[in-house]
């Protein structure tokens, strides 16, 4: 992973200090060192609390002496990932630091189960800084696909975009400053007048301004979020953060991390109407996508899922 | 309370039906209609669970048999909203459907025990609605609460702000058009042009663009809410649909509300010197500020709740 | 469903009222009938608010009004469950009067997204009932499943069994009522006693006493709860609750429960590696325990998923 | 504070090792020890996130930078506590290994903010470990409140009750088993009996039988559960582990436990009426029972609040 250079001053990495905790050396190695997303944003581990082991001593608990012998601590994560036993992954938790676009912002908050300061614009003035998406990302509305993108713009269209992008939110955030009658420093703009609220001058900015927060999440709640955020059907903008919190995810906790790769990300789940189709592939029988009993969408994701495109 | 024109067609009120659930006439005659807020927003009640009576009937469930005569349901109302026992006013709860700006939106989200189904900018064109204060809200930043409102903008700093304000939000939703290349209609700007994907699009819009949303709370985090967001100190702009809401309140469960006003609302949380200061004072001693043990702003608080503003 | 004899008097059906609100017959006619499960307990719904139709209602807000006409209602839930889109069935409620056993009390009130009000032993005497488990549910340790259960005791086992179950739990139930100097209905057994404070002669009750309480939950967790609870793992004597549960899920929200049973019950989760397999298999590999990349476990749970238990 | 011998194996403290986390030397001295509470239970510190510091770093990233220098950390962390801004506590995290009576463990799961993992005796043998109270903790139902305590049981009644309460867990235990055809270490008892399923056995047990679990919270719930369970109106048993835990709060956070000692445990409310019943004590009125507009159990006690017992 690359850092960039951002960083706040205000939570630098204390020296180091002996800790009887669990304590994982490839996550310390990361500590508040920002990684990147997108053009301005990053992630930052602040901290983090328990290991594969907590986990593993989480489950125990429930399963009393008698099971001590009874698995290896990879079998044993493996057992509980796939038998959604989940408490045990709660006892792990980890605190970020994030910067991130506004709109990113709104999806991102609808996850309950963590706990979040955020930038306050009632007390303090936002920065001038907004995510303008690469070339590469500028993707049109997809033709069938209600919340999907398509291919990527080019020529006239992707410049008249990227030039009213560029242009509203810096002529909003210009505006921003006047309606305070202060600029981004604290300066003055003009003697004699009073500045709007800051409370009520935040209205004008636009959603792709840079917005910041502490979340603190523990570790099934995590990798909740990250199942659904680095989907493949999940916006790019969001997923860049979840992949970046994967590898975040490999270095803290590499068995779960494994398990979760085999038991959520990397699995598929059959309706009972597909794996009924399954059962009669696999016995021969000639099933077609009207036999099948799916919907033309089901029947093409499961022929897809096994690897038969032709069908 | 006053209701709006604006309606949502595919949420009419249903023709009435029987039940054997709780009912109450005085919400009954409120269902589905938009009482305003704002200058577009508004807060209609689509559907509720639950009464005082329901309140009672857990907190008997608590108490058991025992106690069916010990006390009238208003008295144990008030027991329990002084005691703090919240378990039996979560046996509610309340389904709104609100129409607010954005900026308010990501305020009122921070309550994180609620249900939310707000309209997805990926999958639909948010309307062209923004909100603008009224003249007599454009309150300059506060001098000395760094989180607070000033006196109300006059002359030509307020019609400047009026003017930053009307003109960045028009601008920025003609090029949100602009850039999906499809009208609020859904009409075809230009030919031969693919258009943004709605989801970055959305990107440009300013925060006082209206969202709606449906909000389903129980009765104990309404009321938290309601104690937070009805506060002097909130943000004027989510403080008026508090103030709807509390009379949405005093409908629905009046035993309820008149104790939340009692207990919390106009209850006053002396601390531990607060509390040794008014022990003073009542035994004839002469406190001051210096000799209070309290900080400045405690001191003048305190002076303040107890009607004493010369001290 | 069959109806048992016992009622609380407190909470009885009031009249049929004119509501406005969704309203669903099936479910009205089972209102306030105690549903028996075990031996005493029994499952009352005692309010719910929300149908089907409001799932459709949240849904909709969400992907706002271009989709109105996109799809029937029954095929819209089915997207959002086999999607995983929870929050519009969060929008609806039930709330429900339970008696169960308090050993399977503890294992419910894991479930911690929900409201309780439990009967409180601080305030009230507990009635004297007590779970026995029928002859038939009288099952040995399993001997290759750590928490499962094997044959049904038989003969003189059996009878032993039974007798000391019987016996341990009326006895604690006499001396409850010689610590507290009180009988089940109050009566004082011996003057010039005190009589043990409630709350700490409770300590001396078996964990197969009876206990109430009122639970309300949202839809999407309640089904979350149905899926543990229900499944063929859990315990029977939860499992019990949860198939009166699973009826009254079928007769309150119809379209939800069908796709429940498709993509919930009757689903079948592959890993990523099962999935390898699963391909392999209708490539015409011929994969055996061995070369499959699975556990001895998981391959013979495949293999029986698949039904193919020759494997 | 004092610790017991008694020590699981499978959780020892492991070696220091170096972190770059935040760390609290004077909790770090407690980690893994278990402290005593009760005849068996035991409290013991596994892990921890976060310090005073942290709460002080998450609350400036609301403020800004504009705050930096406004004020010092403890002033910063009493305004928080004092107006309730519960979320920068929320920064901070503990997780506890618990041995604690199951009537106890009951009242603790009502707070559903926090993880737990507990001991689950469908997979292991309980401990052969109960509750009995010290004599002094003997005591009888209060006659005037009828959740709480009155006198202390004396003489033959003692007796007699401590008799029960010996007895009849030690017979449940016995007769556990008995049921299971098991001792508590395993041995078969009878050869040629299966034994009853552990998670069926487990409902033979009483109440006052020690489990176990670890729980993990934040540092806003741990102490709203201790502001309601160190409360004198708690029942003794749970008072007694929040009393250990209110040393481990001003050990790990002392800034924060002092403004939790000055605006919470030390703090009194004051209703509407009793904020208008001072103002007119203030103003020389001599205000009674029945002019004040209180219940007479709210001017009792309002009156000792305020060291007026005569009145």
Same mark, same amino acid.
């Given at each position: @992973? ?252 590499? @068995? ?46 499961? @022929? ?8």
């Amino acid at each position: @992973m690359q850092t960039s250079r951002d960083a706040s001053a205000e939570d630098e990495a204390p020296a180091l200090q002996p800790t009887g905790r669990a304590t994982v050396p490839a996550l310390e190695a990361l500590l508040y060192r920002p990684l990147p997303v997108l053009d301005h944003g990053f992630v930052r581990v602040i901290d983090y609390m328990g290991d594969d082991a907590a986990v593993v001593q989480g489950a125990r608990v429930s399963y009393g002496r008698g099971t001590k012998t009874v698995s290896q601590d990879r079998a044993l994560i493996a057992y509980l990932m796939r038998h959604r036993h989940t408490s045990p992954f709660e006892l792990c938790e980890i605190k970020l630091h994030v910067k991130l676009p506004i709109f990113i912002a709104r999806q991102w908050i609808r996850h309950r189960t963590a706990n979040v300061n955020e930038i306050s614009a009632r007390y303090s003035v936002l920065d001038r800084e907004f995510y303008i998406p690469a070339p590469d990302h500028l993707a049109a509305q997809s033709a069938d696909n209600r919340q999907g993108r398509g291919a990527v713009l080019e020529g006239a269209e992707a410049a008249d975009v990227l030039d009213m992008l560029q242009a509203d939110c810096r002529r909003a955030y210009r505006h921003y400053e006047r309606l305070m009658n202060r600029t981004e420093d604290g300066a003055v703009i003009e003697e004699g007048r009073q500045g709007l609220a800051r409370e009520l001058a935040r209205m004008n900015l636009t959603l792709n301004t840079y917005t910041q927060w502490y979340w603190k999440v523990d570790l099934h709640n995590l990798m909740h979020f990250l199942a659904l955020r680095a989907d493949p059907h999940a916006q790019y903008e969001i997923r860049a953060y979840a992949e970046v919190l994967i590898d975040v995810l490999h270095r803290w906790v590499p @068995m779960t991390a494994a398990a979760f790769e085999e038991y959520r990300r990397g699995a598929y789940a059959l309706s009972a109407t597909a794996l009924a189709v399954v059962r009669r592939l696999l016995a021969g029988e000639a099933v077609t996508a009207e036999t099948s009993g799916l919907s033309k969408r089901e029947w093409r994701e499961l @022929m897809t899922a096994l690897e038969r495109p032709g069908e």
